[in-house]
């Protein structure tokens, strides 16, 4: 199956990639486990979670401890990532072909490995941003300075009073730029995203078309997975392609266009000649 992967992958001059968490956990970059004991083994103790998934929903006593958490949160899974080899295969199958990559992840890890900006959307947000947690204004703010930091400085699972970042324009506490409510700040940057993705859409709707999704859950299943199913099953110049460990299924309706592929992303890239 992995041969017919590649092969097709090899022929298609359009690509479409759907990227979820699987992606980034299969590079390595895990929420649990040793990784999780190495960064948090102290809020564990205190707090009783197992992961930084879990840690993220916690309702910690105050904005110094909720900032402590989330500087390293944001710190560990942003801006101390190491290359991460999963990409940067993916990136040499798809480097020269007409592609686009919609995520959920919100990492950084395609920029940081090589992808065009411009053929990026993270619909969900990114780490690396902070907004109003009112929110006052539709704009978000660079975060790295203020989370090194944060880091730096705290102590005792806390960060001193004066590093809690608050909005410049109407002084609330800020927070993270992830969609998690009707909060979520959609800023000129994720409007440009969004645009440029749905202009890709319209321009090869009726194209001959490769959609690959990979490691794409169930938790938002209407982001990339429902409509990567329906635009299969509305062009049949599409092929559809889903890398998924334990996951990887299709409705009968376009199963004879899809290749599913159950198994370790990594493992399956690392094949390729």
């Avoid at 539709?138 to 944060?150: I, L, P």
């Avoid at 794409?216 to 997975?225: A, E, W």
């Avoid at 199963?255 to 198994?263: E, M, T």
Wanted: net charge negative; hydrophobic share 35%.
């Amino acid at each position: 199956m992995s041969d017919k992967f590649f092969e097709t992958i090899r022929a298609a001059k359009t690509i479409l990639i759907g990227a979820g968490a699987g992606l980034s956990t299969a590079a390595g970059y895990t929420y649990s486990g040793a990784r999780f004991q190495k960064y948090f083994s102290d809020f564990e103790s205190e707090y009783g979670f197992h992961d930084m998934y879990s840690g993220g929903f916690y309702p910690y006593p105050d904005l110094e401890t909720f900032w402590a958490y989330w500087s390293r949160n944001i710190f560990y899974n942003r801006y101390d990532l190491p290359p991460s080899s999963v990409h940067q295969k993916l990136l040499e199958l798809v480097r020269d072909k007409n592609y686009f990559v919609i995520t959920t992840n919100v990492d950084h890890l395609f920029q940081l490995n090589g992808f065009d900006k411009s053929r990026l959307f993270y619909t969900q947000g990114d780490y690396g941003l902070f907004q109003c947690s009112v929110p006052c204004h539709q704009k978000t703010y660079d975060n790295e300075s203020v989370v090194r930091e944060m880091i730096a400085q705290q102590k005792n699972m806390r960060v001193p009073t004066e590093l809690i970042p608050r909005c410049p324009k109407c002084g609330e506490p800020m927070t993270l730029n992830l969609r998690s409510d009707d909060r979520f700040v959609e800023d000129s940057g994720w409007r440009q995203a969004s645009y440029r993705y749905n202009k890709f859409l319209s321009r090869h709707k009726n194209d001959e078309c490769v959609l690959l999704e990979l490691g794409v859950g169930g938790n938002t299943p209407g982001i990339i997975k429902f409509p990567f199913w329906m635009m299969t099953h509305e062009n049949p110049n599409t092929t559809y392609i889903c890398l998924n460990a334990g996951e990887a299924d299709a409705p009968k309706q376009i199963l004879d266009r899809s290749i599913l592929i159950n198994g370790d992303i990594a493992k399956i890239l690392e094949t390729q000649s």
